[in-house]
């Protein structure tokens, strides 16, 4: 399996600030042959299921705000959050689809 | 707008076997390119890719769960149903059906199954 760790566990940020969430996976998510990260983040509020914000690693979802961003290739991925809002109050997770499919254990957004 | 939503038994007894059905509505998963999905999250929050059933309806399972599942379609209700066998306490969580292969762009609202005698 290919394992996803993200850092930190949990995070707390003022409003209007940035927020950075970080994914290293275990192995390459990086498909050479279409050069396509296998990657995607979720948004999860509290009592709700996961909401796809990013795939390709850097696509935002039809809807998503633009001050959500996904970065980053090969095994290290970066979610950033722009001028935090209070409704971004959530659970953030990566999740890889190269290999069987895989999920972060999630870091917690929290308002400082 | 596509909906899903899980139905079943909130409580199994360990050995058993849990089933829940997702029904789909906005969206045929007979003519449906997309695939219907199965994920669970666990206590806590860490979440895992149970597997998914295919326009062919031949299904993909997670490998780790491979020798317990069964995820299957009734085209003619429109709903997709998934079946794990010999249950343990490690198997309560929330499972989610979702639509999707690689991502899953949609959502149930999940239901919470619990193993307990």
């Known amino acids: 399996d290919i394992e996803m760790t993200q850092s930190p566990d949990s995070l707390a940020v003022s409003l209007g600030e940035r927020a950075t969430i970080n994914c290293k996976s275990s192995?390459?998510?990086?498909?050479?042959?279409?050069?396509?990260?296998?990657l995607a983040w979720y948004q999860q509020k509290s009592g709700q299921p996961p909401k796809l914000l990013i795939y390709?690693?850097?696509t935002r979802e039809s809807g998503v705000p633009d001050r959500f961003s996904g970065s980053g290739s090969g095994t290290d991925f970066t979610l950033t959050i722009n001028s935090l809002q209070a409704e971004d109050v959530a659970v953030y997770y990566c999740?890889?689809?190269?290999?069987?499919?895989?999920f972060g254990q999630g870091t917690k957004v929290e308002i400082k | 707008q596509v909906q899903l939503q899980e139905s079943g038994p909130g409580l199994v007894k360990p050995s058993q076997t849990l089933s829940l059905t997702c029904s789909v509505s906005g969206d045929s998963i007979s003519s449906s390119t997309y695939y219907w999905t199965w994920v669970r999250q666990y206590p806590g929050t860490g979440l895992e890719w149970i597997g998914y059933?295919?326009?062919?309806?031949?299904?993909f399972y997670n490998p780790s769960l491979k020798s317990r599942v069964t995820i299957s379609r009734d085209m003619s209700k429109n709903h997709f149903s998934l079946q794990l066998t010999s249950v343990t306490a490690a198997d309560t969580a929330v499972y989610f059906c979702?639509?999707?292969?690689?991502?899953?762009?949609?959502w149930g609202q999940g239901t919470l199954v619990t193993v307990s005698s």
């Open positions: 390709w690693a850097s």
């Open positions: 979702a639509r999707g292969e690689l991502w899953w762009d949609s």
């Open positions: 192995q390459s998510v990086l498909y050479n042959s279409d050069n396509k990260n296998y």
């Open positions: 999740q890889q689809y190269y290999k069987s499919r895989t």
């Open positions: 059933t295919r326009k062919n309806g031949v299904p």
